[in-house]
């Protein structure tokens, strides 16, 4: 049983079009995230859910909206896709603590063409 | 500014030998977590390893280990005996503060295993 799953696992759009990445997990965690890793590989944080409550919101377009429909899972919506989203997204879950590692999912590899 | 530093780009590795990725980190809160993650080319995060700021051990986890040197503000990564399952890139992050959930990466360090 995996424990956060994403899907798609790779997404092509052309410019314009809007899409969904969906996420969830079954480890029970209370707090979600959505992460950008860039073609450098550098990560950066996008939003975080705890609990189906928005937490962090970095500086993202607003044509980014997350939605968690419960704590077990956090979709990504984005509209108007430009060549710049073109990146792979990740969605990870952690417990309440300090001391827990993020669970991340295996990754969404969107190209915008 | 960055609060993860790695200076490493890159690495090659024998295998069978250890290698030292460096890490060094920046925060004003007392109160923090370093974390090791992985990412083979097959591009999933793993994690391998969690230091805590009031920690007065060094953190071990099989294979992996971490030289916290809190003074210096690093938190190296060591793997022992590479194999060549540990091709990959190595990202250091940091959680400060008991109540702030963000993960700050740095720009990571790939390592190359030779057989």
């Known amino acids: 049983d995996t424990a956060v799953s994403q899907t798609p696992k790779y997404l092509v759009t052309q410019m314009g079009n809007d899409k969904s990445i969906k996420c969830e997990q079954n480890l029970g965690h209370d707090t979600m995230y959505w992460y950008k890793q860039d073609s450098k590989k550098f990560l950066k944080i996008m939003f975080s859910?705890?609990?189906?409550?928005?937490?962090i919101n970095e500086t993202v377009p607003n044509r980014f909206s997350p939605k968690s429909p419960d704590k077990a899972h956090l979709n990504l919506h984005i509209n108007s896709l430009e060549l710049g989203d073109s990146a792979v997204y990740f969605c990870?879950?952690?417990?309440?603590?300090?001391?827990?590692?993020?669970?991340f999912g295996s990754g969404t590899r969107l190209t915008v063409v | 500014a960055q609060k993860i530093t790695q200076t490493q780009p890159g690495m090659f590795v024998q295998e069978k030998e250890a290698v030292t990725l460096d890490c060094t980190y920046d925060?004003?809160?007392?109160?923090?977590?370093l974390f090791w993650y992985k990412q083979p080319s097959s591009g999933e995060m793993i994690f391998l390893i969690y230091q805590g700021s009031y920690d007065q051990q060094n953190a071990t986890e099989g294979r992996y280990s971490l030289n916290f040197q809190k003074a210096r503000k690093s938190a190296n990564l060591v793997i022992s005996a590479s194999q060549l399952g540990d091709s990959a890139m190595y990202f250091c992050a940091m959680r400060e503060g008991l109540y702030d959930y963000k993960l700050s990466f740095g720009a990571g360090t790939t390592v190359t295993v030779r057989a």
């Open positions: 990870a879950s952690s417990p309440e603590g300090q001391g827990y590692g993020y669970t």
């Open positions: 925060t004003s809160d007392p109160s923090y977590g």
């Open positions: 859910y705890n609990n189906k409550e928005l937490i």
